[in-house]
């Protein structure tokens, strides 16, 4: 079963009065259960791709189905719910909020969500457990290191139980020792089944994955297969 | 799929314990602008308490004055006086009316009795005093209608009066003696009393002290056998109620001014009238004082629709963060928003807190009651958060209507 399926994805930016095409028909199918990287050059269009499976932003054209749902088409309040219930996002910076402690972080998608404090409370718990920080819920991300703030991340993204996890060069702001952590934890939630997109130029990182998919130009010039 | 309005309260809250210098500095010119209201307010609203009791102690709000035009041009000619006759005449023409009380008054009487004399006015007055004033003898009786028409020797006096006569000795059926007369006792008038009210504070200890120096006789006994050349030119009168006041008040005035050939020499006032003057007066100053306060708080409303804008851009990535893991456009505008209106909030209730220890201090040195009621302190924590609602739904709309993509990227 598909989990993603694009159809002649296009977008363009108008820059001042220039229009800058960014992907030029993209046509992609990944199934639920896959580890896919996305490799390529900056300025090829991967980051633009990434945006739109992660439904922060919306084609030009073409057509986007996420868990055979049509969401090219969504308008952005119910994009918002998509995000929430389906996407798990870790950025290459971490992007935690610098004032909460990790519970409140982990907490945040949950209380989107509309879930009880009790019951979002002890799922985080649980969900910090499983990456190794159940002695740290009080702390602040800047009292963290690198590697245990991505991992608080990747907590936060998993905590929903998202139907893919998206993942923006998750260690490129981490030491190869930390990093390598990292790659252990997505590929023990890919062992679980999930399925996680991972965006990435790094090769040694893109091999962890089943699958590489390369972006040249805003076009796919290899492993568009599963 | 929202968060909870608790939740944003709950998220507001922190931010603003977070961020508290910011908070206190943002919500300055709110806490000064509802202090200012409440302390305004409490001295209107003690203006009029202090009008109303005052008005209260002389009688009530049923009550209508005539007494000498001050304003009419004497050189024309003309006697502020009524005859007992012309008296007679009003009083029959007057059935509505409740009370009806002419008085002929003497500054300074000197009354005597063996060693001890006592300088005091003296009021000649008829039985109604007591419904018109709402003040009666306490001891012994007042004045009755028998005495006015016997043109009797009889004196009921004030309590101070009493005292420097007769200390506790029982006064009732003691003979005094006033302007070669001999009069007797019969009653001894209530203590009268009222707090001072602000100004006054200076001079006196009871305001209405100067009442318990009086003493009163028959108005028949008083313009002919005490003081012949003495006048009656005031005359009280009391209505059914102070709705018909006015009404009274107009007839009074047209058979005064027909009894005098259409001259202005009396002035007929009612009691009603003069305390909705001076509701009114106190109600325009009030107005102004408040119309001053709601500018500075606008003023603040500004400051913190600036601070809030500039908080959002200081915050474009955590809000682009939070739109990432599911967060709504709505969910972004509520946190905000109410934000805005917990500080706005928060500001009126320390204005209240502040405004409320200042005010006796204000009293005291304006002399003036103040009274602070429960409806000033919603009326001064609604206009703040009203003011929080104004002024941050502009940032809260901008805070909601940022692209995620354009804030994740923002450093």
Known sequence: MDIIRTQNLIKDYSLGKVKVRALSGIDMRIEKGEFVAIMGPSGSGKSTLMHIIGCLDRPSEGEYYLDEMLVSQMPKSALATVRNRKIGFVFQSFNLLPHLNILKNVELPLMYGGMGKAKR????????????????????PTELSGGQRQRVAIARAIVNNPSILLADEPTGNLDS?????????????????????????DALVADRADRIIRIMDGRIVDGNTP | ??????????????????????????????????????????????????????????????????????????????DASFSLKEIRYLQAQLPEAEAFNPSAMDW??????????????ILGVMPDFTKVEEWNADKGRFILDRDIDEYSNVIVLGTEVANTFFGNRNPLGELISLEGQQLMVVGVMKFRFMKPQGGEMAFSENSLGYLNQRCFIPISTMISKIKPDSKISSIDIRSTSPEAAAELRKKVENIVLNLKSGKRLFEVSSAKEQMDTMKQNSKIFGAIFVLIAIISLLVGGIVIMN?????????????????????????IFLQFLVQTVLITGLGGVLGILLGYAILNRVGVYLQMNVVASVQMIWAALSVSVGVGLIFGIVPAIRAARLDPVIALREE
């Open chain 2, 1 to 78: 799929m929202a968060i909870h309005l608790s939740e944003s309260i709950k998220l507001g809250f922190s931010d603003i314990m977070m961020r508290k210098v910011r908070s206190v500095v943002t919500v300055i010119g709110i806490v000064l602008g509802v202090m200012c209201i409440m302390v305004v307010l409490a001295i209107v609203n003690g203006m009029n308490q202090s009008t109303m009791s005052w008005m209260n102690e002389r009688g009530g709000l049923n009550k209508i004055e005539v007494s000498k035009n001050w304003s009419y041009d004497w050189s024309k000619g003309g």
């Open chain 2, 307 to 331: 601070i809030m804008l500039a908080a959002i851009k200081e915050r474009t990535r955590e809000i682009g963060v939070r739109l990432a893991i599911g967060a709504r456009g709505w969910d």
């Open chain 1, 121 to 140: 409370l002890k799922q985080a718990r649980e969900i910090l457990d499983s990456v190794g920080l159940a002695d740290r819920l009080r702390h602040k």
């Open chain 2, 108 to 121: 300074e009487l000197t009354l005597s009795k063996g060693e001890t004399r006592y300088t005091t006015p």
């Open chain 1, 177 to 201: 020792q930390a990093g390598g952590d990292i790659l252990e934890i997505f590929n023990r939630l890919h062992s679980e089944g999930n399925t996680v997109i991972m965006v990435t130029h």
